[in-house]
């Protein structure tokens, strides 16, 4: 693993941190389903534009069951589970909960796999996983090493990591397949849920309550998610996910609520806190031990 690849998958997580901060904006005026319906249809569709010459249709109605089991898994119900969350939350703590996926990937990969992590990979999450707790405690006060039930939307937000995780590992196998093109499968699957989520908003949204911003100021941040969040942010997650071992990509993306956080002050007007610094500088040297800590048997580098 080089400079340049880790410089690559902390890149991308940049862009799904400015997009998640700008939702936050656009979370103000729509309804979660209809603003999931919204972004992921013009992705998806944008995208499959793109691809119209090489998209083979006799192949997608072959993958058409696992198609949108995934597309289910990963993009719709994930999607408006996390939009609902982040009605109720700021940015900067409901990204903080999607944290966890490194242990929820590691559980994943132990009953799927059998797959074990050597101690100083073990050393290299638990250091990363205590700068995330560190700043979870800064940024949000109610927040203690103490049990309390979690709210509505932090159940929301915490099931939406759970189930996204599962889906973006049977999306894994599809990618490795060579089948589809990270951005290809993007495509088809964003629009998949962007179907679902348009059905979901008629049923439970009413939208002639829905009172449509008229600044251009709120269609260009709808843009912003829609081109940043999801047609780059989620096709460069595709190409890094057929690159490289989902657990290594998990837990880079420890820097997801990072990334929020400092975008914070400038989209949100979230404050930013000193404490931010200590946060990072504990996850960078956590993503070091568990990087130099792979073992050419394991199967991080197996994945490759």
């Not at 990618?175 to 093109?181: A, F, N, P, T, V």
């Amino acid at each position: 693993m080089n400079s340049v690849a880790l410089a690559t998958i902390f890149a991308g997580y940049a862009f799904f941190a400015s997009a998640i901060s700008v939702n936050k904006l656009i979370l103000f005026s729509l309804p979660p389903a209809l603003f999931v319906a919204l972004r992921m249809l013009c992705s998806g569709l944008v995208l499959l534009i793109f691809h119209r010459k090489t998209t083979k249709k006799e192949k997608v109605r072959a993958d058409m069951r696992d198609l949108l089991l995934i597309a289910a898994l990963t993009t719709f119900i994930p999607s408006c589970l996390k939009a609902f969350g982040m009605q109720s939350l700021n940015s900067s703590h409901a990204t903080l909960l999607g944290s966890l996926d490194p242990f929820v990937t590691a559980i994943y990969a132990y009953f799927l796999w059998g797959e074990t992590i050597n101690v100083k990979q073990a050393s290299g999450m638990i250091i990363a996983f205590l700068g995330i707790l560190y700043l979870i405690t800064i940024t949000n006060p109610t927040t203690t090493l103490s049990a309390r039930w979690l709210s509505l939307p932090e159940l929301a937000t915490l099931t939406s990591m759970i189930i996204s995780r599962y889906g973006w590992i049977r999306a894994q196998r599809i990618l490795k397949s060579e089948r589809y093109s990270p951005s290809q499968l993007n495509g088809i699957l964003m629009t998949m849920s962007g179907i679902y989520a348009l059905a979901l908003s008629g049923l439970l949204e009413p939208w002639t309550h829905i009172q449509w911003p008229t600044t251009y100021q709120f269609y260009g941040v709808l843009t912003y998610a829609i081109f940043v969040g999801n047609i780059l942010g989620y096709s460069i997650y595709g190409a890094l996910l057929k690159k490289y071992p989902i657990t290594l990509l998990s837990l880079c993306g420890l820097s997801v609520p990072l990334f929020v956080h400092l975008f914070g002050p400038l989209i949100v007007g979230e404050a930013l806190s000193a404490n931010f610094f200590i946060a990072l500088i504990l996850v960078v040297c956590g993503t070091w031990f568990f990087i130099t800590g792979s073992s050419r048997k394991s199967s991080l580098v197996r994945n490759k």
